[in-house]
């Protein structure tokens, strides 16, 4: 350790600061690496889908539209992601040559589990949130082709239709939601703002979109 | 804040026949389990449960055997004029969305009171102690209405996710959701009532039956001269009840309150 | 490093932090802390069902939708394509969902220990404990059922009399004094009453909008008949001692003493008689003479109604084209065979029996299963004079009780002997969905399922006018361990070697539905109510005034006070208690604390020395004591005061345990003159100023 000195001198301050910067640096660059990386990822817990499910496989080769699993019920409630008896209705066997198909077929098909509630839902919302998908699906009805339609949801939701994997959902350890979860200020730029998308008429108040 | 009076095309409204209420408590039952109220362990304590609809007793002050009863509904009376509406420093409660239901936002409250204090119908609650669903209770909360915190007032909100879920309903089947047919919407509390009671609908809209009830000479509110506006109505044939609507007078009569 | 070092080191680490986003998306997402609240539950999210169903824990066997949410229910709503209940339900059925799932739900099968707690076994171990008490019993069995409308009843008693015991009772009810009275009036069939084509009802005692008969149905007439804003299509006059729920929904009240009920319905067949309203039947002119003695003077002596009342409601009842007269009793059990008789002679002298809107002769349903009970029998049998019986030791107790759906041990008063039963039976079983006070003092605690959660049916409940089927179906899992208590008795029956004819609870329901001629299927898939206008045969009905002039003897009340209790349905019935949500119901003019309210008019606390809030300490003529808290409340009659009953409750959860008096334990049995029938309810105390 250096000595103590009361009187410092040029000599010595130049010393310190050339020595200081170094430590500057280092502290800029541990904390940058700490900050944009190390940290981020601590904080995410990186979590992976049940099943390795391919939109492009369903849509694009077995050409199945988008409302065969994801449709307003009669009662104008939205169906989500499918339930294991729907997806039982083609898949009641093995089909391809899949190898998480047929791990699906074994765990979920034949023995009842229920995949629906282990799939992870990367916008999912507070239980203060009401959200209806029926009242948002105005324009949907002009849309043809499954690519216009996956343009119009992903708006909100991130773009599944084109991927063969599931996108990694990545849930905030400390407030336990996805990174994808959309926040108010994402439906405020039409609910706010009423022209964004056309005259989209959208009432900005409070209890139109809390429970 | 929004001091200014919004007019909508749209304005849900009750129209409680208070002859045929005979206070069985059913609706009050039916709501508590549409909007999540956590029960009480002694309900019979009115200064600590917290009660969105709530059914009084009304008596004609007269000795037996001349004495009558009556009970009365009360849920929030969804004022033209709210005057919660205009202390809340948070905007935790609102009138703006057609229909004219005024909203509460618990998450956003900060518990100050002010609305409480206000309210000249005490259809507001303040949740003193977080709310308890001992046991296995959970399991049956309803999925419409998230459960509210300690901390923040509550009050009825005419079981608004009924009028959203009717909304989507009419979407879904191609029907415009902005013109629901009479009773696509009703309250959990409408559609529990045994001997029929209340009835509910667009108060601005012919077709539906409220739009006539609201013109009986029979119908009255309360405190309707404070100019409140409130869009629930009560009907009774018997005077002294709609007297006990407001404070009168012994030389007034009811009926002859100008409403501004 | 030095100090100034590891400063500079310090200041690059927070330009660093400062200059990644990882601050600002901490703080970002502090949005998602408004709406973190891990201590409150979470809402659960799923496709929403709406089943229709019927409940049993309401005793009118309300039909209603039960909402379901990824399989759980979460709601019971009012059904308006039900073709009894119109879209009505009452405070009770609406609070079933809740009760599926309510602290005092019964979870497992539980077995008393010697040292009296309650250890959780198995159910393989209980089926093992049933069989081999059930076998070692051979005859010396006893049962009884709660539930008046299940065809469970049948598989009960066809178990017992196919073993030689016929001590298969149901609890008292309102059916049982009305079975006797039709029966001395000469009804062959079964009595049932259509209010809904009727244009002027009066119901003597019965609150037929709160808690009498099928009241649901009633309330959907009363609806419909009294259209919001409009002119009422039927005139209702009711008669009782308090101003109850139903009196808030009478164009007229007639304010009676409690007990009187006989005297008000023969000074108005007087006044009848008088107006020339007279049905001609065997017996009329002995009938006539003796009801000439009810003078409206000594009617208003008798019952303190007001003699302008008492005039009102006979112009009501001669002016009206269908008028129809009700008499029940206040608590819905206990009542006395004489009102109904007096209500049946003054329907014959109005004409209105066998006409629309009138009494209705129904035909009693014939059993299914093989041996089972003819119900027709078991509303002669009284529980009570088997619980006094087995108390005093005049009847064997029985090796083995079953008690279904039922509470005895708090529903009827101290002197039926229910407790002493249950103690001497050498081995008790209770099936039921609570844990009750009658649980409570049982060995054998079998968890029962709900009416929403397994196979059942509703058979038409007394009050109707119609013959009406509906199934419980089983619309959500059963909770915990419930078990259907169909399937666990007919499973007995077999293990046992008894022959029932049935396999299991669908394929009774079928041979019930069938028997009816009934859309089984339908009502099984899509939960159709099934009704009928069916007739039965046409009874000799006769003016018995023997036996009315007998029944009319019942010694009055001499006490200076009268108790009159007053059922709230909301609040519960004794299987269930208070349900949790319906707490908030109870008013504070029926519970301050841990006391009943007393309700009384201000002459009546005039004469007690009592003020508003003031406590009270009332002492039945049996001796036992309860203090309460006053309130002045001017809808009560004269020295009466109003309690309400379902409080008081030992057993159950936090929302019923602990709160005020059992308004019943209150009140003594007697045997009403001529039928012999035991009867209690009204109880004549002492109070003063506690």
Known sequence: MEERNNTTTPESAGKTCCCGWGAFVV???????????????????????????????????????????????ADGTFSGAPTTEQCAECHFTILGKDPEEARFVREYVQTGREIKTEWLIYQKQPDNVFFSHALHFGPLAELQTPADIAKFCSKCHLNVAETSVPPLYRENRLSGYSEN??????????????????????SNACFTCHK | MSSEVKEFKIKWG?????????????????????????????????????????????????PFPDHETVYLPRPCMQCGKPSCVAVCPVIATDKREEGGIVSQIPPRCIGCRYCMASCPYHARYFNWYDPKWPGDLAQALSPDVSTRMRGVVEKCSFCHHRFMSAQAKARANGQDPMNLPDGAYVTACTEACPNGAITFGDLNNPAHKVHELIKSPYAFRLLERLGTDPQVYYLSKREWVRREGDNYLENEKTGEAVIK | MDRRGFLKFAAGGTVGLVASPIIWNTLYDAVYWTQNWGWIPRLKKGASEYLPTVSKLCPSGTGFLVRTVAGTPVRTLSDRNNPVSHGSMTALAAAEAELRVSPARLKKPLRRSPDGAYVAISWAEAEKLLKEHMQAAGSSVAAFSGDPTTSINEVLSAMLYQRGSADFYLMPDEEQPAAAAWTAMGGQGRLGYDIEHSDCVLAVGAPILESWGVVAANRSVFNRTHPAGGTPAQTFVYASPVQNNTAAGADLWLPIKPGTEMALLLGIAHLLIKAGKSGFAAGLPNFA????????????????????????????????????????????????????MAAIAVNMLLGSVGREGGLVDMPFPSPVVNGAAEYRHLLTRSLVRYTQSVAAGKTSAPKMLIVYAANPVYALPSDAGVRETLKKAGFSVAVASFMSETCEACDLVLPAALGMEAFDDVLTPYGSGLTT??????????????????????????????????K??????????????????????????????????????????EAIKAAASAKAADAPLQIAPVVVLGMGTAQTAIPPFATKVVTEYQLAGKLSVAQMNAATAARLKVKDGDLLKITAANKVETTVRAAVFEGVMTDTVSLTAGLGHTAFDQFSKGKGANVVTLTSISREPGTNLPVWGNADVNAARA
């Open chain 3, 289 to 340: 003479g003796f009801a000439a003695a009810y003078t409206p003077e000594k009617v208003t002596a008798i019952t303190g109604v007001p003699a302008d009342r008492l005039e009102a409601a006979v112009k009501a009842l001669t002016g009206a084209k269908k008028p129809l007269v009700i008499a029940g009793s206040a608590l819905g059990s206990g009542g006395a065979a004489g009102p109904v």
């Open chain 3, 504 to 545: 299991d609870m669908p394929e009774l329901l079928y041979k019930r539905a069938y028997a009816l001629g009934a859309p089984f299927r339908a009502m099984l898939e899509s939960g159709t109510v099934h009704t009928a206008v069916e007739k039965g045969p046409v009874s000799p009905l006769f003016y018995n005034w």
């Open chain 1, 181 to 202: 979860t959309m926040l108010m200020w994402g439906c405020e730029r039409c609910h706010a703002e009423h022209m964004a998308l056309g005259n989209t008429n959208a």
């Open chain 3, 469 to 502: 089927y509906a199934l419980a179906r089983p619309v959500a899992k059963p909770f915990a361990e419930a078990r259907s208590a169909g399937e666990l008795f007919i499973a007995l029956a077999q293990e046992v070697g008894v022959d029932l004819g049935v």
């Open chain 1, 27 to 73: 502290g800029l660059v541990v904390a940058l690496i700490l900050g944009w990386w190390v940290l981020p990822n601590l904080m995410k817990e990186t979590k992976k889908q049940p099943i390795a499910f391919s939109h492009v496989e369903h849509v694009q080769n077995q050409g199945m539209t988008c409302d065969q699993c994801h449709f307003v019920r």
């Open chain 2, 14 to 62: 009750m129209v409680i026949d208070l002859d045929k209420c005979t206070g069985c408590g059913a609706c009050m039952v039916a709501c508590q389990a549409e909007n999540n109220v956590a029960p009480a362990v002694d309900g019979s304590n009115k200064l600590r449960s917290l009660n969105w609809l709530k059914v009084f007793r009304l008596s004609n002050h007269k």
